[in-house]
T-cell receptor, first 112, second 111 residues
Framework: SQTIHQWPATLVQPVGSPLSLECTVE??????LYWYRQAAGRGLQLLFY??????ISSEVPQNLSASRPQDRQFILSSKKLLLSDSGFYLC???????????FGSGTQLSVL | RKEVEQDPGPFNVPEGATVAFNCTYS??????FFWYRQDCRKEPKLLMS???SGNEDGRFTAQLNRASQYISLLIRDSKLSDSATYLC????????????FGSGTRLLVRP
């Protein structure tokens, strides 16, 4: 079965600083990978998804970017964080269409 | 119309009660549906998958109404541990890689 590694669990960053969140997956190959963000008390917002190496689809235009340098690695980045980037970031993975989505344990990001 | 809509609640029910939530979706081509449970500050965890008219797993039953484009989740004999937020996500046949979640329905089960 799939295992999703996401770190760190919590992160406090100043406004204007860069960001890099990494997600790695075990137990599957060529998965669909996702980045979601959840603001406090809100629902999950889809940020990016990827169906293969180097293939990234962006759902929300903003100061975040994503990359997939390897089959089971998905990275979320920002050059300059904004206060509004605070939230709970979740990486998710599934084997393909119609398959269940599994989540990593998430990163709670606070931008101050 | 939003792609996925859920009543945010909270639904406040006593232990042992039966409670039902609805999730409406706009994409009539949606083929698969998933219900997730999320505890506070934790990642969502899969509760149930629905690929046809419905699914049942113990105290939990999901039913799909394609004509009215909604899927419901019924919880029987509520337990205190059922307190959580319940998220639904439909998958469209035409854009099956993109998964948009509803904003969730919060359930509080009281003693």
């Amino acid at each position: 079965s799939q295992t999703i590694h996401q770190w760190p669990a919590t992160l406090v960053q100043p406004v204007g600083s860069p960001l890099s969140l990494e997600c790695t997956v075990e137990g599957t190959s060529n998965p669909n990978l996702y980045w979601y963000r959840q603001a406090a008390g809100r629902g999950l917002q889809l940020l990016f998804y990827s169906v293969g190496i180097g293939q990234i689809s962006s759902e929300v235009p903003q100061n975040l970017s994503a990359s997939r340098p390897q089959d089971r690695q998905f990275i979320l980045s920002s050059k300059k964080l904004l206060l509004s980037d605070s939230g709970f970031y979740l990486c998710a993975c599934r084997d393909g269409p119609r398959e269940k989505l599994f989540f990593g344990s998430g990163t709670q990001l606070s931008v101050l | 119309r939003k792609e996925v809509e859920q009543d945010p609640g909270p639904f406040n029910v006593p232990e042992g009660a039966t409670v039902a939530f609805n999730c409406t979706y706009s994409n009539s081509a949606s083929q698969s549906f998933f219900w997730y449970r999320q505890d506070c500050r934790k990642e969502p965890k899969l509760l149930m998958s629905v690929y046809s008219s419905g699914n049942e797993d113990g105290r939990f039953t999901a039913q799909l109404n394609r004509a009215s484009q909604y899927i419901s989740l019924l919880i029987r004999d509520s337990k205190l541990s059922d307190s959580a937020t319940y998220l639904c996500v439909p998958e469209g046949a035409d854009s099956s890689y993109k998964l948009i979640f509803g904003s969730g329905t919060r359930l509080l089960v009281r003693p």
